[in-house]
């Protein structure tokens, strides 16, 4: 195994275009664009359907279709329709990240418990606060968990928008291969895949402190 | 798009065929080894968690990573089929070893309890006990992997090696829409015939659950 590309401080410096830090920016760039617009169409709709029950049906199946369409197809054939650039790869990223947040958002409203939902009206809560106060944070953790695993698939995924000549961490993989410059290669396969385990590690660190103490039981564990 | 299947059936066909070998051997071979895998999880308890955590970051390495990092590792050419099938079926396990545990934990233990009760030693009770009781949450896991897999083989188009993916790469270069269509159709439907089909044996296999779900029926 040749490391001597992923170890060369040339290809560490800031502001230096093709070099690691300018490359995993683009790489996040993308990811956190894709992931808000995701968030933005997923998580009304998830939490319309799971709070009225109305279209469970599509939550449902969203998923299934939603691994089943090739990412890589579906980014070049956006780029046949509207050309080279950010647009194509930010709806074929946005396609792959919504199926999960959409099912995850459905499936964790669904799981709230009944009787809760029930006292919060009987208190006297409108619809509106049954939802943002009730529904919503006890949803959240299985929402959390959809959002990590869109957040790993849309890393990982990332990496393709290199083939349609952007950046990212695909440059090194694609470029490398063109060169067959292994070492190259190899140090964007290992950079990518560190990248996605300590997003994860973040991720599970942010869902610790946006989810409420009562859902995670530490709450319980601190009265004892 | 008609006419572009009638001019190039011979080159769609063999991506399709290509395209499902790369898919399902993967399937096999990871079911193959997730099974004992699994199975271990449940019976040393002390190794589910670093079942689960290993499982979790080997999910998180990109495919077109680890489609380009095993010839180093694996010492095949680039090129080679072996590489694709080789990084799902590390997907598979990945996916599988987890929910095969996760399914075989949630047999209710009172069930086990009266078949070894009943004198079923541990290898008769896991066969005619515990894999049918979790054999749906298993296969719920079998289509995710499988549906996953048929999409991912597409991204091997990139380095070569990528059934209906080539169709893609081949519409992007020349700038033409058809083959890109085909291809992602012929990819969907695949993924919905694959997913149909693991549905239907899990209906053959585990008749007592339609009884169950219609009550009296």
């Known amino acids: 195994m040749n490391l001597s590309y992923l170890f060369d401080p040339e290809h560490w410096q800031f502001g230096v275009a093709g070099g690691f830090p300018q490359l995993i920016l683009s790489h996040l760039g993308y990811s956190a664009l894709a992931l808000l617009f995701g968030v933005i169409i997923a998580l009304p709709v998830g939490l319309y359907i799971g709070h009225t029950g109305r279209g469970s049906f599509l939550a449902i199946n969203a998923g299934n279709a939603g691994r089943s369409l090739p990412t890589l197809g579906l980014l070049m054939l956006m780029v046949t329709l509207l050309g080279l650039g950010l647009l194509p790869v930010l709806i074929a990223l946005t396609v792959l990240v919504v199926p999960p947040i959409l099912t995850s958002t459905y499936a964790g409203m669904r799981a709230v418990d009944h009787s809760v939902v029930d006292a919060a009206r009987g208190m006297g809560m409108r619809p509106w606060q049954v939802l943002t106060r009730v529904e919503f944070p006890m949803a959240l953790p299985v929402i959390m968990g959809g959002f990590r695993s869109a957040a790993l698939q849309v890393i990982a995924t990332a990496t393709v928008a290199a083939s349609v000549g952007l950046g990212g961490l695909g440059r090194l993989l694609i470029d490398g291969l063109a060169v067959n410059d292994y070492s190259r290669v190899l140090a964007g396969a290992i950079v990518v895949a560190v990248l996605a385990v300590v997003l994860d590690l973040f991720l599970a660190l942010v869902q610790r402190w946006v989810v409420s103490p009562g859902m995670s039981g530490q709450a319980r564990r601190a009265a004892t | ?217």
């Open chain 2, 1 to 217: 798009m008609i006419q572009y299947l009638n001019n190039n059936s011979a080159v769609v066909l063999d991506a399709l065929q290509q395209h499902i070998w790369l898919a399902l051997l993967p399937v096999l071979l990871g079911f193959a080894i997730a099974l004992p895998l699994g199975y271990l999880g449940v019976r040393f308890t002390w190794l589910y968690h670093p079942l689960v955590n290993t499982s979790g970051v080997l999910y998180s390495i990109p495919s077109l990573a680890l489609f380009v990092f095993l010839p180093v590792l694996l010492g095949t050419k680039v090129l080679s089929p072996i590489n694709i099938v080789v990084a799902l079926t590390i997907y598979t396990v990945a996916l599988l070893a987890r929910t095969v545990a996760d399914g075989l934990r949630s047999v209710d233990p009172t069930v086990t309890q009266a078949a070894t009760a009943m004198g079923y030693r541990r290898f008769r009770r896991l066969i005619d006990v515990e894999l049918p009781v979790a054999l749906p949450v298993i296969l719920a896991g079998l289509r995710v992997a499988t549906v996953a897999n048929i999409s991912l083989v597409s991204v091997g188009a990139l380095i070569g090696v990528g059934g209906l993916g080539q169709l893609f790469t081949r519409g992007f270069q020349l700038f033409y829409l058809e083959p890109i269509l085909v291809g992602i159709i012929l990819s969907v439907a695949l993924a919905g015939i694959a997913d149909l089909v693991i549905v239907l044996i899990q209906r053959a296999v585990t008749p007592w659950a339609r009884f169950q779900r219609g009550g009296t029926a």
